[in-house]
């Protein structure tokens, strides 16, 4: 899942690999003291966004956006599925979850039951996130490698951090949010920067609006990439200013982006 080489992780070192946020972004009171990996956006140097929707409550909409999704077969999405609906959802549409997986979208956590994180206790948030992981493990049938955390209510707290530390998560936020109508959401998109990541929902307004900006997107040659990509190119990024691992040492080969 990672294009990150084992050397590339050894040379970020613990210090790059904690507290990556956005200098666009003013620290929140709360994620001033936050020590997890926290991402607001990735590397603003590439043609990229990562289009990601929460919650998954309506099965009909989640399926029209696959059938969009299938025109456009080289964006990426990631979906923040609460786990209660990856249950109703696998109940009513059998293999949706797989089905997503394998077209190459990426699923994150969103808690059990839409509970706000920052009011869980760490031991509870834990269970819920555990609960949540085998579930999604069963309806996949295999062990899936979960990477990132959309918080609850957006809400970034001591518990999240205490989550993100134990079981490996990136708190994934975003620099363009909320959704709503294309009338104000498809020109956000339009004015978007590389590396945004948009929240989106699963909704009528928010697939309407999906509706209109893929082609736009398509069309002006932007990519819409998974989460884990957008990452793992902000890591890279991190690396080396130039995107370009230098230093081979006993490696024959160099690491470039293209
Ligand atoms: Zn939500």
Redesign the pocket.
């Known amino acids: 899942m990672t294009k990150l080489s084992r050397r590339d992780f050894l040379k970020l070192g613990g210090a790059a690999l904690l507290g990556i946020s956005a200098n666009t972004f003013l620290p929140l009171p709360q994620e001033a003291n936050f020590t997890a990996p926290l991402i607001w956006n990735g590397s603003r140097k590439y043609k990229t966004m990562a289009f990601t929707y929460?919650?998954c409550y309506l099965l009909y909409r989640m399926q029209s956006l696959e059938v969009l999704l299938d025109e456009f077969p080289d964006f990426k999405v990631t979906f923040?599925p609460v786990g209660s609906k990856i249950v109703d959802l696998e109940q009513q549409d059998p293999g949706i979850w797989k089905r997503l997986v394998g077209k190459g979208h990426e699923i994150g956590y969103?808690t059990f039951d839409?509970v706000n994180i920052g009011v869980m206790s760490p031991a509870a948030v834990l269970m819920d996130f555990d609960k949540w992981s085998d579930t999604l493990n069963q309806v996949l049938g295999t062990t899936y490698n979960v990477r990132f955390v959309r918080p609850?209510?957006d809400v970034i707290s001591y518990t999240l951090d205490v989550l993100c530390q134990e079981r490996g998560l990136v708190a994934a936020l975003f620099s363009i949010g909320g959704g709503g109508e294309p009338e104000t959401v498809v020109p956000a998109i339009q004015k978007g920067k590389g590396g945004d990541i948009v929240q989106m929902?699963i909704r009528t307004q928010d697939y309407n609006s999906s509706v209109q900006a893929f082609p736009w997107l398509k069309e002006n040659n932007w990519e819409l990439v998974t989460l884990s990509r957008l990452y793992d190119d902000y890591l890279r990024e991190s690396i080396n200013s130039d995107g370009c691992d230098v230093d081979t040492g006993s490696s024959l080969t160099r690491t470039c982006l293209e």
Do not use: S
Request: glycine content about 0%; proline content about 0%.
């Open positions: 929460d919650d923040f969103h839409h609850t209510y929902h």
